[in-house]
């Protein structure tokens, strides 16, 4: 069991934290370069693609591909991030001491765990909100080119940041931060793969390989997730072309969602997070300090 007084007040002493060692300027500095640096990209492709004699259609649709490249690398940053941001949240404070200290009050130690992964979360989703709708304004503003579905696609990056976080929170409840960090951006990257061969799986009818991506996207729903960032990113016109027989090999790509993920999964993504938090509060629960 968790209180919620002493839950509340981690998390806010987490998110001063964040503030007081200058972490929110870096990110946000990181972010309005990243931004900036697409805009500029973007606005010269447009540029180059009008001066060949490019139609606004081609155009939108080109654009709206390397948008989609550019959510994937920064799904990918921003997991990094999210990884060695949370995994130093709980073993770095028994490493040097700080937790006796803490503990000393009347502080659970579930508190403690529960309270640093809300604080974690919230500023690692307002950073991937912010970052993602700002980048896709910047898009839409040198290209013409609007998402379908941009508040979609930056929840479920927020979202997907947040599983990742929440793993290597975790994970750095028993592990050194390094330890924890670093296993945690190997099973996300492992995550995305078996998505992949899932999908190029299903395409080429290999039931068993299919089936078994199935169940290890159960057991690590990122990749899940990232095909919600797609299809929140994704024309209505690519996903019609690829409903063809022809259009195989672009329903086997991994920047490509012909649907949004099912609300059951989106269901179990939140129950799954819940559920980690929950095995991490349990092993620290159980740890000697």
Do not use: C, K
Request: proline content about 5%; aromatic content about 8%.
């Amino acid at each position: 069991m968790i209180t919620l007084r002493p839950t509340l007040a981690i998390a806010a002493l987490t998110l001063r934290e964040i503030v007081r060692r200058r972490i929110v300027w870096v990110l946000l500095i990181l972010a309005l370069a990243s931004v900036a640096l697409v805009g500029v990209g973007v606005q010269r492709l447009v540029t180059f693609a009008r001066a060949d004699g490019a139609d606004e259609l081609q155009i939108r649709i080109g654009v709206s591909q390397v948008l989609i490249m550019i959510a994937f690398m920064f799904s990918f940053v921003l997991a990094m991030s999210a990884a060695f941001l949370a995994a130093p949240a709980i073993a770095s404070d028994v490493e040097t001491g700080t937790v006796l200290a803490m503990l000393a009050r009347p502080i659970r130690r579930a508190d403690l765990v529960v309270g640093r992964w809300l604080g974690l979360s919230i500023s690692v989703a307002i950073y991937a909100v912010v970052s993602g709708l700002l980048a896709i304004a910047v898009v839409n503003l040198v290209s013409g080119h609007l998402p379908p579905s941009p508040l979609t696609a930056v929840s479920f990056l927020a979202w997907q940041a947040i599983a990742v976080l929440t793993l290597a929170l975790a994970l750095g409840t028993r592990l050194p931060a390094i330890a924890a960090g670093a296993i945690t951006v190997v099973v996300f990257g492992l995550g995305w793969f078996v998505g992949v061969l899932g999908t190029i799986a299903i395409v080429f009818n290999a039931e068993p390989l299919a089936q078994a991506a199935d169940v290890l996207g159960v057991l690590l729903p990122t990749d899940g997730l990232w095909r919600g960032v797609i299809y929140g990113l994704e024309p209505p016109l690519v996903a019609l072309l690829a409903g063809g027989a022809s259009a195989r090999g672009l329903q086997a790509s991994p920047f490509f969602s012909f649907s949004a993920p099912p609300l059951t999964f989106v269901a179990w993504s939140v129950v799954w997070v819940l559920l980690v938090v929950t095995v991490g509060a349990l092993l620290f629960r159980r740890r000697e300090l």
